[in-house]
């Protein structure tokens, strides 16, 4: 396909296949707080990789659909609609659902520090829109050296959040609200619009990949056990905020994390782009998972807190293979539960606050085409 052409009715497979793992990602990091430190703490670290994995794929999907075209305000308008409308939409589901329950402790100092920390997990959907604003103005040209200098401003300010007490305002931006602050995140960005950018060239990159594909996930396979590695045996001891602001949503800022994500990307897209076209289950499964993730991502706190505190219960505490099996059931539970909410939530009107179209059911949809059938 070339730069003239127009990619945005096309697929990425291997997009996709890193968006679905990403979003699996996301509830191991989730469901892991319910578990023992050991090994919960060394799971909740690797799956850290997820976020940055969606903010690489933003990159990649905005600079793949829309690099040689006018953006306008149709651009504005959808990504909106996907972003800031689900955040209005669900904020007071849960603080509603939390004031009922107690669930995620989001009150232990003020609604106002709950809204401008973003409101738990929705602090992504305010995140997202800076990088649609940026991508209006980034730079056309060069854009693997833009990459690197992005991605050494992000390591930069990464290091410094752990590294540097500061006095005043600067505390609160630099370790309170930086996960919200797009220049934190930037060189994941600008690596994915690169990626994007080099996908207008697919003859070419074709021909590598047909030559030197496995060789290639070989070589990412090394990097990512390599990296992770890394990620799960630094520490930064004696650094300012070395622990406190390195949990939580301060581990997607961990300095040490960009390798693992690059190279546990490039492996889930090099190895399950090819699995996808070999089998039409594998390429099922990982379509819809990649098709619902914002919805899922949206919803799944509520049923997560559901499935552990009614149907797990304290198993997971109990540590040992036992903890791990319940991990399991409580992972699947959990994505299974979301995906059907979602795809319910799709076939109303509702489908709007998860940032995606209506959609009938399945089983509708066959009916509907069983009865044009027949008549």
């Excluded at 207008?200 to 070589?219: E, Q, S």
Aim: glycine share 8%; proline share 6%.
């Amino acid at each position: 396909m070339t730069r003239s052409s127009d990619p945005s009715r096309s697929r990425l497979p291997g997009a996709d296949a890193l968006r679905a793992c990403a979003l699996i990602a996301v509830l191991a990091v989730h469901t892991s707080a319910w578990g023992p430190r050991v090994p919960f703490q060394s799971i909740d670290q690797i799956a850290r990789f997820c976020v940055p994995a969606f903010i690489v794929l933003t990159g990649t999907v905005l600079a793949y659909r829309y690099t040689g075209r006018p953006l306008g305000a149709g651009f504005a308008r959808r990504r909106a609609a996907r972003t800031l409308l689900p955040w209005l939409a669900w904020v007071p589901v849960y603080i509603g659902f939390d004031v009922a329950t107690g669930a995620f402790g989001q009150y232990h100092e003020t609604l106002g520090t709950f809204l401008t920390e973003g409101a738990g997990h929705l602090w992504f959907l305010l995140l997202i829109p800076q990088f649609y604003l940026l991508f209006a103005v980034w730079p056309r040209h060069h854009r693997w050296a833009v990459a690197a200098a992005a991605l050494a401003v992000q390591t930069a300010l990464c290091l410094a959040r752990v590294y540097i007490t500061f006095p005043g305002w600067e505390s609160p931006v630099m370790l309170q609200y930086a996960s919200e602050l797009f220049p934190f995140w930037i060189g994941y960005f600008a690596v994915g619009v690169a990626v994007g950018d080099a996908m207008h060239h697919p003859g070419a990159l074709r021909r590598v990949l047909n030559v030197w594909r496995w060789k290639l996930t070989c070589v990412f396979a090394v990097a990512t056990v390599a990296s992770g590695y890394v990620l799960l045996t630094i520490h930064y001891s004696g650094a300012a905020a070395g622990t406190e602001f390195l949990g939580g949503t301060g581990a997607f800022l961990n300095p040490a994390l960009p390798p693992f994500v690059f190279s546990a990307g490039a492996l889930i897209a090099t190895s399950l782009a090819p699995a996808m076209r070999a089998s039409r289950s594998v390429a099922a499964t990982i379509s819809v998972l990649s098709e619902d993730s914002l919805g899922i991502y949206i919803v799944h706190p509520i049923l997560l807190f559901l499935i552990a505190s009614y149907v797990i219960g304290d198993r997971m505490s109990l540590g040992g293979v036992e903890a791990l099996l319940a991990w399991g059931v409580l992972m699947l539970a959990t994505l299974v539960t979301a995906l059907v909410v979602v795809r319910l939530l799709r076939a109303t009107p509702a489908a709007v606050t998860l940032g995606t179209t209506r959609a009938r059911l399945p089983l509708v949809r066959r009916a509907r085409i069983a009865r044009e059938h027949a008549a």
